[in-house]
């Protein structure tokens, strides 16, 4: 079994504009809105550079608290939901897709830590 890659970052802020400040400031990190299917704010980072990681970040109300959760690139979301039940964690936001193909899940590991799934859409 090779391991799984993390392959994306997301921080959800109430405060997105002073979020991409500060990761701007300290990083050198550059946003582009995407926005979302039900017309959020969704911001988009290389950060990364050509070998690392991509990432973004989602808006929110404030209703709910900030947060950052890195993501896991897998084949089968559904499968490691499953996987991820029997290995002790729970399923947080049960696999989706969005209208562009992409699939994704959010899942609690055993100690309280959130992480989330996806597979790319196909090509």
């Known amino acids: 079994m090779s391991a799984t ?8 802020t109430d405060r997105p504009k002073e979020t991409e400040r500060f990761y ?3 990083f050198g990190w550059t946003f582009a809105e995407e926005g979302t ?3 959020g704010s969704y911001r ?3 950060a990364g550079g050509e070998t ?17 959760i890195f993501y896991a690139e897998v084949s089968d979301v559904a499968d ?3 996987q991820a039940e ?9 696999a989706r897709t969005t209208p562009t193909g992409l699939t994704l899940a959010h899942l609690i590991d055993p100690a309280g ?9 196909a090509q």
């Not at 890659?5 to 959800?12: A, D, L, M, R, Y």
């Not at 690392?52 to 950052?68: E, K, Q």
């Not at 029997?86 to 049960?94: D, N, Q």
């Open 37 to 39: 299917a039900d017309g």
């Open 24 to 26: 701007g400031d300290l």
């Open 80 to 82: 490691t939901c499953r």
């Open 5 to 12: 890659p993390i392959t994306w970052f997301e921080i959800g």
């Open 113 to 121: 830590n959130h992480l989330g799934v996806f597979t790319s859409p």
């Open 52 to 68: 690392g990681i991509g990432g973004g970040i989602r808006a929110t109300d404030g209703t709910s608290p900030n947060y950052a």
């Open 86 to 94: 029997a290995a002790g964690g729970r399923v947080l936001v049960p």
């Open 44 to 46: 988009v980072t290389g």
